[in-house]
């Protein structure tokens, strides 16, 4: 019995975790809206600043500002932070205990955690292109790894 009991409430609780309950951000006020750890805006550089200090550093811990210019469509799990300058980040969220909005593009966000420069695979990158929503044809064409920019984010706040 105890062990049905177990079972019972260990699928109850996978169903919850994996549901897709996300909040939309069309239409609604996002300025002040928290993801992860509470975080606040004061004291974040801008992104072409961490991309400065990256090009040092092996790892940069910081509170950066951008601009999301995509979002994983199916769970909000990842996101791209750009800026004006052609500057690009590809962001995950700590131990993938959050996600975003699934349509959170042309957010302004602050993030607090650490950036590294790391090669993502073909897989990898497909992988990603398929949650985009990219078509087949665009998803076949990534044929090399990609070194890129990534942040592991603790929290995320929308400024605007």
């Known amino acids: ?4 009991l177990f079972f019972v409430l ?3 609780s996978l169903m ?3 549901g897709s309950n996300q909040t939309t951000v069309a239409g ?4 002040g809206m928290t993801f992860g750890e509470a975080i606040s805006a004061d004291g974040a550089i801008p992104l072409a600043d ?3 200090q990256l090009a040092s550093k092996d790892t940069v811990f910081t509170k950066v500002a951008g601009t999301v210019e995509s979002v994983c469509k199916k769970k909000g799990c990842w996101m791209n932070i750009v800026n004006d300058n052609g500057d690009e980040v590809f962001v995950k969220f700590k131990d993938y205990g959050f996600f975003m ?3 959170c593009e042309g957010a302004k966000v602050v993030m607090d955690g650490y950036a590294t420069v790391e090669e993502t695979s073909v897989e990898e990158l497909r992988h990603y292109a398929e949650d985009e929503g ?4 665009q998803i076949a064409e990534i044929t090399e790894p990609v070194r890129e920019m990534k942040f592991m984010a603790h929290g995320v706040v929308m400024t605007e």
């Open 10 to 12: 260990l699928t109850i």
């Open 134 to 137: 990219q078509t087949a044809e």
């Open 28 to 31: 609604q006020e996002t300025e």
């Open 50 to 52: 961490m991309v400065s």
């Open 1 to 4: 019995m105890k062990k049905n």
């Open 101 to 103: 909005p699934l349509d």
């Open 16 to 18: 919850w975790a994996c």
